[in-house]
């Protein structure tokens, strides 16, 4: 049996380009691919924080070091430039592999560069 898992994420990704008649897809800076593990093709979930919106579509390379991130192609009409976005990958696990699995967990600043990372999240209180 497979449990899908978040594989990784990058928290709070502020958007910097949405281009409608780009060919489909959203464009992440390749440090940004290369330090999450996100692979150009992959799909990826994106979870829009400014305007509640959710929507699946896949990775390409930006340039390394620009900050990009960029809402392409039909998913453009869900975003705007400056939202805050969390793009999120999941990966399919067996039961073995479950046992010493991690997450990659990065979080951004408001310019898109990575402030820290983690494999946890904190334990929700009341």
Same mark, same amino acid.
């Given at each position: 049996?497979?449990?899908?898992?978040?594989?990784?994420?990058?928290?709070?990704?502020?958007?910097?380009?949405?281009?409608?008649?780009?060919?489909?897809?959203?464009?992440?800076?390749? &440090?940004?691919?290369?330090?999450?593990g996100?692979?150009?093709? !992959?799909?990826?979930?994106?979870? &829009?924080?400014?305007? /509640?919106?959710?929507?699946?579509?896949?990775?390409?390379? *930006? !340039? *390394?070091?620009?900050?990009?991130?960029?809402?392409?192609?039909? *998913?453009a009409?869900?975003?705007?430039?400056? &939202?805050?976005?969390?793009?999120?990958?999941?990966? /399919?696990?067996?039961?073995? !592999?479950?046992?010493?699995?991690? #997450?990659?967990?990065?979080?951004?600043? !408001?310019?898109?560069e990575?402030?820290?990372?983690?494999?946890?999240? #904190?334990?929700?209180? *009341?």
């Amino acid at each position: 049996m497979q449990i899908t898992m978040l594989k990784t994420k990058l928290h709070r990704a502020h958007v910097t380009h949405v281009e409608l008649e780009y060919e489909g897809s959203c464009a992440i800076d390749g &440090d940004l691919l290369d330090a999450s593990g996100i692979r150009e093709y !992959e799909q990826i979930e994106i979870y &829009d924080v400014t305007n /509640g919106e959710r929507f699946t579509t896949y990775a390409i390379r *930006a !340039e *390394a070091g620009s900050g990009i991130i960029s809402i392409n192609g039909a *998913a453009a009409h869900k975003a705007s430039v400056a &939202d805050v976005v969390i793009i999120c990958a999941y990966v /399919g696990l067996d039961q073995k !592999e479950l046992a010493s699995f991690k #997450p990659k967990l990065i979080y951004l600043n !408001e310019n898109n560069e990575i402030t820290h990372t983690r494999n946890t999240i #904190p334990v929700q209180v *009341a």
